[in-house]
Nanobody
Framework: QVQLVESGGGLVQRGGSLRLSCAYS????????VAWYRQAPGKQRELVAG???????NYADSVKGRFTIFRDNAKKTVYLQMNSLKPEDTAVYYC???????????????WGQGTQVTVSS
C-alpha cells in the first residue's frame, strides 16, 4: 500500500516558521505532480504549492514569497517550508501526488492523512 505521510505541523505564533514533510513509502515506479493543499474549517481544500509536470513550481498567491516547496529524492520526501506564518494560514495541510506502480494500476491519485497547522495571533 502506497502511503503519503505528512509530519511537521503544530502550533506557532504569527511570524513564525514551520517545515512540513511528506514522505512516500514503498517502492514505486514513478511519482509526479506532488503538491501541498490545505483546508481550513468551513472552507474548500485549496492548492498551496506544487511541482508542475515540467519540474517547475507554482504557488497560491496568498503564500508566494513566504512558502517554498522542495524535495529530497534520496529521502523520498517533499517539504513545505513555511515562513512568516499568519493566522489565516491555519488549516489542515495535505500532501497529494500522482503515483505510478505499474501498468496494472497506472497513475493513481493519493492523499496523505493531513497535518494540522495552527497560527496564533
Amino acid at each position: 500500500q502506497v502511503q503519503l505521510v505528512e509530519s511537521g505541523g503544530g502550533l506557532v505564533q504569527r511570524g513564525g516558521s514551520l517545515r512540513l514533510s511528506c514522505a512516500y513509502s514503498q517502492t514505486i515506479l514513478g511519482i509526479n505532480a506532488v503538491a501541498w493543499y490545505r483546508q481550513a474549517p468551513g472552507k474548500q481544500r485549496e492548492l498551496v504549492a506544487g511541482f508542475t509536470s515540467g519540474g517547475g513550481t507554482n504557488y497560491a498567491d496568498s503564500v508566494k514569497g513566504r512558502f517554498t516547496i522542495f524535495r529530497d529524492n534520496a529521502k523520498k520526501t517533499v517539504y513545505l517550508q513555511m515562513n512568516s506564518l499568519k493566522p489565516e494560514d491555519t488549516a489542515v495541510y495535505y500532501c497529494n501526488a500522482k503515483i505510478y506502480r505499474g501498468m496494472a494500476t497506472g497513475w493513481e491519485n493519493y492523499w496523505g492523512q493531513g497535518t494540522q497547522v495552527t497560527v496564533s495571533s
